[in-house]
Nanobody
Framework: QVQLVESGGGLVQAGGSLRLSCTAS????????MGWFRQAPGQEREGVSC????????HYADSVKGRFTISRDSAKNTLYLQMNSLKPEDTAMYYC???????????????????????WGQGTQVTVSS
């Protein structure tokens, strides 16, 4: 049984930092394309960042580029999202996701959409106060 368990969310002031973790069981993070998505109240879930199974390709949403960094530790079977310079508009529930392939059929990184995600975590709340 596959489980993705996120942690590291919390309340932080604008300009602060958080590091989210997603620990996997039942799958090896190095064998999957992995990503982070977020959903704010009343809004659709959106992709934040994703990384290819080999780690050679990464993608970031324009809204987080230069502030967030995705990485993974194969030894710990864990995916991370380092979030710096946080803004109130980053407030959302953050979800970890796994997919077999990094690219969609149209050639875009899978976190540009929600298609083909095999597994989702339960989410961790990030709240940024102004």
């Amino acid at each position: 049984q596959v489980q993705l368990v996120e942690s590291g969310g919390g309340l932080v002031q604008a300009g602060g930092s958080l590091r989210l973790s997603c620990t996997a069981s039942g799958l090896t993070v190095g064998d999957y394309a992995m990503g982070w998505f977020r959903q704010a109240p009343g809004q659709e879930r959106e992709g934040v960042s994703c990384i290819s199974w080999g780690g050679g390709s990464t993608h970031y949403a324009d809204s987080v580029k230069g502030r967030f960094t995705i990485s993974r530790d194969s030894a710990k079977n864990t995916l991370y999202l380092q979030m710096n310079s946080l803004k109130p508009e980053d407030t959302a529930m953050y979800y970890c996701a796994a997919r077999r392939t990094y690219y969609n059929d149209d050639g875009a990184p899978f976190c540009r959409g929600l298609v083909g995600v095999l597994y989702w975590g339960q989410g961790t709340q990030v709240t940024v106060s102004s």
